[in-house]
């Protein structure tokens, strides 16, 4: 049974220099495990906001925030062992190479295979021969890629990824966009992208549109997935 | 365009203040720069008031002093070369009354005397000092005003003098002469020079001073004549260097080894700030580059707002320094009396502009990356490898020319400079092995700490360096920290151990026959005695001591006078050879000499030196053939130089002794019959020693407190530059570590075992280092045995663990506020 998550009419404003800013109102909806999400909009619409409540990394000013795992329900503090997270500007750890970055989520659970488990995840995303090298010997896209790899390498239930094609030509942007899905599609991870990009947000199976405080969900059934 | 970048400076100094790399340096430049300007201020205060007592305190314009009075040919020559002369003659002597005994240092003076400045006495404790022309009648003596206290005496009173009774009238107030003796604690007391002749001293324990009334051209004309006709004398003049002067002069030294260690600190701590500044004016050197500026604006701004940055600390440190310097004055004024309060504009100016260059110095890695910047630093960061470590090379050589210019003591600072460089390379391969072998070994174990040690460990490089850091400071603080606690202790229980509770340091062969038999007939135990005779270093290799060896040290300074030269056939217990070869027993090749280590490297002298010695009025060649040191465990009576003692045949001078007894509580009052007998003997009681010793510990105390505190705020310093410099990244990782799932405590949890693991390496590599310097500094300097109290050790140990922990933690904990978004928002 796939776990989701579930935002029951959530509400979240701020206030700046003494105005309220409001982001969302009565928000309704589901991320499903499994399922790709895009998450677009203008500036300043509260995209990252809204990747970050999903999450359970902010609270909302009203309303409820729901983890559903195995048709038991708990809070969205539950759910921070089960996700992933890919930057626009990969945040890899520069003293370390593509294959520890790869493996450090595991080696911090302990894992004994990490390096192993790190370097098949390498090489799904195409750095087999790129394994020890540091970031700052790598593309932007390679990082990226080295990234999404560190970010699928525990195999968590969703993953939010923030512009990940945000720094990247157009070429390289397409080529992340392929291992991005075909990875979680391949892990059965539930994938929520926030993106400026229309022909990023369009290969989602789900594209949540924001404007002015208000979201409007559209849904496409058919997903054309590459090898991950 | 300069204006312009001024004001740009000036703005972004603004924007930078409240900074953390901004604070930090304004305390690791304003803790140095305080120390380093009291200092300077407090020396040029004494050195002004010792130029002025120089000028009108002397009481002579000139004094030649010798052991032996002038024979009428020389007292001939001599006044025939000057204006007027007056004599005195002084000796140590114990005076007794009422079962009380007070060693003091008696003057004998005739109606000639004072020949300049005032003698000032009085008739009670209370009254001010009247000026009195001449000295005591026959029949009287006059004490000053600390003997005459410590006596319970009152005005009329009798006092006995080798078994004759004195009565004092008058308490001295102030000998004009007196600053020319030198520095000296002695009490004093002054009888007429015809009642001194009747007291039939022995000849050679009087000390002949000629104060002399001259012009320049007279003085020089007598430096001329004294060389040639009486070189073992000593002549002080207004041009020549002040005794005082000199012991200032050494203190001074001293701390200047101190301050050393406050420059390595502020380096340490500088170096780890650099990284920050470079990262910041390196930014933005190359954002105005893109702008269409030049390369010197970005280099200008970083000066300047460097440059303001010290312009506005300086005020709050000169306000401070003038504070402190206030204070030591008032402290210094037991010692220097009437010494006073003088703000030396000269003296801060140029201590001022020597810190600023040597902070430029440490600073100048930022420069030179800069000088290097191009706007493709905006797209790809590379380090400046060769630039880099040519700074460092810079810093370095810089630490080495202030060691030189301030050390004193050439043997103490090597051994200090060692111990520093044995803990560093200790600490290297320390942090290199613990993470290397930690991570290796964990490798297959799950938890945090095989994380946070492969972690550390591939960031060796940066790690080693706060490492580095951190525990020098450690190091440096718990040396000073264990010199205050066992100076005192080991000091005090080596004396109790070895050498019984009274010291004889002068007795002559039938002073000492005496003791002999009446420490028999006491039941009294004499532990040691060892023979001596006094012998006055005038020359090395044909040169005067003074051309020879010019930089001031412990031995020069003890070699302007006359000093103890022991003979022995064999090498004595307490002494082993550390270079050369000890003379066979009974040889009759006398002309060669033992010189002790530390003062073979003190004077630069090397085996195979001839040394000149003037015993009894005679000169006599010395070649040094061995070299020996103290050895621990059979007393403590040592000597600096030892010959054959197939010498005695050929040098006709009074023969002395040195002995150490063990005197019974119940057996002290038969001391004052000893005393009464022997009025010459020199004599200290335990007590004595310990009072003499517990008041020098207490001004060792002050000044290591002082200077403590000063290397605990450096270090706390260092430690927050260390953190600062890496503060970016550990926020990073925190922020990765946090998006893999894992919760704020998990980074605490990370953090703190890293900083147990920096601490522990730490810990180790300062209690090595303080082993090692103990083991080579307390043998070496104080001839003590080292015996580390490992209890003590361990303690520490736990308490740096502690401390270090717990600050690392803490200054980490704008990092750990790290999260998420953050890494979202970095764009």
């Given at each position: 049974m796939s776990s989701y998550i579930e935002l029951k009419n959530i509400s979240h404003s701020f206030q700046l220099n003494q105005e309220k800013v409001t982001l969302f109102d009565e928000l309704n909806l589901s991320i499903v495990q499994g399922q790709s999400y895009a998450i677009t909009g203008p500036s300043g619409a509260g995209k990252s906001s809204l990747l970050m409540l999903m999450s359970g990394l902010e609270q909302p000013t009203t309303g409820q925030g729901l983890y559903v795992k195995a048709g038991q329900s708990a809070s969205l503090d539950a759910l921070r062992a089960d996700i992933g997270f890919i930057f626009q500007q990969f945040h890899l750890l520069a003293e370390l190479t593509a294959l520890n970055n790869v493996a450090l989520p595991l080696k911090l659970r302990g894992d004994k295979q990490a390096l192993e488990k790190a370097r098949t995840w390498l090489t799904k995303v195409g750095l087999s021969h790129r394994i020890n090298h540091k970031p700052s010997e790598l593309s932007g896209g390679e990082q990226q890629r080295v990234a999404i790899a560190r970010a699928l390498v525990f195999e968590p239930s969703f993953i939010f990824?923030?512009?990940?094609?945000?720094?990247?030509?157009?070429?390289?942007?397409?080529?992340i966009a392929d291992i991005l899905f075909a990875c979680c599609q391949e892990n059965n991870a539930g994938l929520v992208v926030v993106t400026h990009s229309d022909i990023l947000a369009n290969r989602a199976q789900h594209i949540f549109s924001l404007a002015d405080g208000q979201y409007s969900q559209q849904s496409k059934q058919a997903l054309q997935v590459a090898a991950c | 365009m300069l204006i312009g970048n001024v004001k740009l400076a000036w703005h972004f100094y603004q924007q930078e203040r409240q900074h953390s790399h901004q604070r930090l340096l304004r305390w690791t430049q304003g803790v140095l720069l305080l120390f380093i300007v009291t200092l300077s201020q407090s020396s040029a205060s004494i050195q002004n008031y010792l130029d002025k007592n120089l000028q009108g305190l002397l009481g002579a314009d000139a004094v030649l002093s010798q052991k032996h009075p002038l024979t009428a040919k020389q007292y001939a020559a001599v006044t025939a070369l000057i204006d007027e002369m007056v004599v005195t003659q002084q000796i140590q002597t114990t005076l007794t009354h009422n079962g009380k005994w007070q060693r003091a240092k008696l003057k004998a003076v005739d109606s000639h005397y004072p020949l300049q400045g005032e003698l000032l006495t009085s008739q009670s404790l209370q009254h001010q000092g009247q000026q009195t022309v001449g000295g005591p009648e026959s029949g009287q003596i006059w004490l000053d005003a600390r003997l005459f206290a410590s006596l319970s005496l009152t005005i009329g009173d009798h006092i006995l003098l080798a078994e004759k009774p004195f009565l004092v009238s008058r308490i001295l107030q102030h000998e004009p002469d007196?600053?020319?003796?030198?520095?000296?604690?002695?009490?004093?007391?002054?009888?007429?020079?015809?009642?001194?002749?009747?007291?039939?001293?022995?000849?050679?324990?009087?000390?002949?001073?000629?104060?002399?009334?001259?012009?320049?051209?007279?003085?020089?004309?007598?430096?001329?004549?004294?060389?040639?006709?009486?070189?073992?004398?000593?002549?002080?003049?207004?041009?020549?260097?002040?005794?005082?002067?000199?012991?200032?002069?050494?203190?001074?030294?001293?701390?200047?080894?101190?301050?050393?260690?406050?420059?390595?600190?502020?380096?340490?701590?500088?170096?780890?700030?650099?990284?920050?500044?470079?990262?910041?004016?390196?930014?933005?050197?190359?954002?105005?580059?893109?702008?269409?500026?030049?390369?010197a604006t970005g280099m200008q701004v970083s000066l300047f707002k460097w440059l303001i940055a010290l312009a506005l600390l300086l005020p709050l440190v000169l306000l401070l320094s003038t504070v402190f310097h206030w204070l030591i004055i008032y402290w210094l004024q037991e010692t220097f009396i009437n010494l006073p309060w003088h703000w030396n504009i000269f003296s801060m100016l140029k201590t001022t502009g020597f810190v600023v260059i040597i902070f430029a110095v440490f600073h100048a890695p930022v420069w030179l990356a800069l000088q290097q910047t191009s706007v493709a630093k905006l797209f790809i960061s590379t380090s400046n490898g060769t630039s880099h470590w040519l700074s460092k090379v810079s810093s370095l050589l810089v630490l080495l020319g202030v060691v030189i210019t301030y050390s004193d003591n050439g043997l103490l600072t090597l051994m200090m400079v060692a111990t520093i460089v044995i803990t560093i390379t200790l600490m290297i391969v320390l942090s290199w092995a613990t993470l290397t072998v930690g991570e290796k070994a964990t490798q297959n174990i799950s938890g945090l700490i095989p994380f946070a040690l492969f972690m550390m460990k591939q960031r060796l490089i940066s790690k080693s360096t706060q490492i580095l850091g951190v525990g020098l400071c450690a190091f440096l603080l718990l040396f000073t920290l264990m010199l205050l606690k066992d100076i005192g202790a080991t000091m005090a229980s080596y004396q109790r151990q070895h050498d019984g509770n009274v010291m004889v340091s002068q007795a002559t062969?039938?002073?000492?026959?005496?003791?002999?038999?009446?420490?028999?007939?006491?039941?009294?135990?004499?532990?040691?005695?060892?023979?001596?005779?006094?012998?006055?270093?005038?020359?090395?290799?044909?040169?005067?001591?003074?051309?020879?060896?010019?930089?001031?040290?412990?031995?020069l300074a003890t070699f302007t006078r006359p000093i103890r030269l022991h003979w022995s056939e064999t090498i004595p217990p307490n002494n082993h050879i550390v270079d050369g070869q000890w003379w066979r027993a009974n040889t009759q090749n006398w002309q060669q000499i033992s010189v002790e280590q530390e003062v073979m490297t003190d004077l630069g002298l090397q085996l195979g030196d001839w040394l000149t010695f003037y015993i009894g009025q005679q000169s006599f060649n010395f070649e040094i053939s061995a070299s020996h040191a103290f050895k621990p465990g059979a007393g403590s009576i040592t000597f600096w130089v030892q010959m054959p003692a197939a010498a005695l045949a050929h040098i006709?001078?009074?023969?002395?002794?040195?002995?150490?007894?063990?005197?019974?509580?119940q057996q002290w009052p038969l001391l004052t019959n000893l005393w009464q007998k022997f009025p010459t003997l020199r004599m200290l009681s335990l007590k004595e020693m310990t009072d003499r010793f517990d008041t020098m510990?207490?001004?060792?105390?002050?000044?290591?407190?002082?200077?403590?505190?000063?290397?605990?705020?450096?270090?706390?310093?260092?430690?927050?530059?260390?953190?600062?410099?890496?503060?970016?990244?550990?926020?990073?990782?925190?922020?990765?570590?946090?998006?893999?799932?894992?919760?704020?405590?998990?980074?605490?949890?990370?953090?703190?075992?890293?900083?147990?693991?920096?601490?522990?390496?730490?810990?180790?590599?300062?209690?090595?280092?303080?082993?090692?310097?103990?083991?080579?500094?307390?043998?070496?300097?104080?001839?003590?045995?080292?015996?580390?109290?490992?209890?003590?050790?361990?303690?520490?140990?736990s308490t740096i663990l502690l401390v270090v922990t717990t600050l690392g933690v803490y200054a980490s904990r704008k990092s750990l506020r790290s999260s998420v978004r953050q890494l979202m928002s970095d764009t």
């Open positions: 990824a923030d512009e990940p094609t945000g720094n990247l030509d157009q070429t390289s942007a397409t080529e | 007196r600053l020319m003796e030198g520095h000296s604690v002695d009490m004093r007391a002054m009888v007429n020079a015809a009642d001194f002749a009747s007291l039939a001293f022995a000849a050679d324990l009087v000390h002949y001073r000629y104060l002399i009334a001259a012009t320049s051209a007279q003085i020089s004309s007598l430096l001329h004549w004294q060389q040639k006709n009486l070189p073992a004398a000593q002549v002080h003049h207004k041009q020549g260097a002040h005794p005082l002067a000199l012991f200032w002069q050494r203190t001074e030294n001293f701390i200047g080894l101190a301050s050393i260690i406050l420059f390595f600190m502020a380096a340490i701590a500088i170096e780890q700030l650099a990284q920050v500044y470079l990262k910041k004016d390196q930014y933005f050197s190359a954002i105005c580059m893109s702008l269409g500026a030049s390369k062969q039938s002073q000492l026959t005496y003791i002999n038999r009446w420490a028999k007939q006491q039941n009294i135990t004499i532990r040691q005695a060892k023979p001596y005779m006094y012998a006055k270093l005038v020359a090395v290799n044909e040169q005067s001591l003074t051309e020879f060896s010019q930089k001031p040290s412990d031995s006709q001078a009074p023969h002395f002794n040195m002995a150490s007894l063990e005197v019974e509580q510990l207490a001004m060792i105390t002050k000044v290591i407190s002082g200077f403590s505190l000063m290397i605990i705020v450096l270090s706390a310093v260092v430690i927050l530059a260390s953190l600062n410099a890496l503060e970016s990244r550990e926020m990073k990782k925190n922020s990765i570590v946090m998006s893999f799932g894992f919760s704020q405590s998990t980074c605490l949890r990370l953090n703190v075992i890293e900083w147990l693991v920096t601490a522990t390496i730490t810990a180790v590599g300062a209690i090595v280092g303080t082993y090692i310097a103990g083991l080579l500094i307390y043998q070496s300097q104080f001839s003590l045995t080292y015996k580390p109290d490992f209890i003590w050790l361990l303690a520490t140990l």
